[in-house]
């Protein structure tokens, strides 16, 4: 079964870090685009980091110099996230894609054809 599937989810203080972990199952992520996207409660679901299949990542303005986004092996991309606060509070989703684009940031929801089920991400004050 071709699925990918998101691990590390939790709850941790303001100002803690996390790690949030990608696998896909049934096909590798060598040569696809990834993308991590989060939903907080009440609003759209919002991309927060993004790696094509070349490499070039791009983050949302409100992640940038918190977040990296990585390949750990050809079936495993991680999302490190450190300095959360509060408004990092979400539902985070893994999507995968064959679609390329040479600027990351230009991928949207739609492109993509594989999504996770989701992880929750709680930061507490």
């Known amino acids: 079964q071709v699925q990918v599937r998101e691990y590390g989810g939790g709850s941790v203080p303001v100002g803690g870090s996390l790690t949030l972990s990608c696998a896909a199952s049934?096909?590798?992520?060598?040569?696809?685009?990834v993308a991590w996207f989060r939903q907080a409660p009440g609003k759209g679901r919002l991309g927060v980091a993004t790696?094509?299949?070349?490499?070039?990542v791009s983050y949302a303005d409100s992640v940038k110099g918190r977040f990296t986004i990585s390949h750990h092996n050809a079936k495993n991309l991680d999302l490190e996230m450190n300095g959360l606060n509060s408004e990092d509070t979400a539902v985070y989703y893994c999507a995968a894609t064959r679609i390329w684009r040479a600027r990351p940031s230009d991928y949207g929801p739609s492109d993509f054809h594989w999504w996770g089920q989701g992880t929750q991400v709680t930061v507490s004050t």
């Open positions: 049934g096909f590798t992520l060598a040569g696809l685009a």
């Open positions: 790696i094509n299949s070349e490499g070039t």
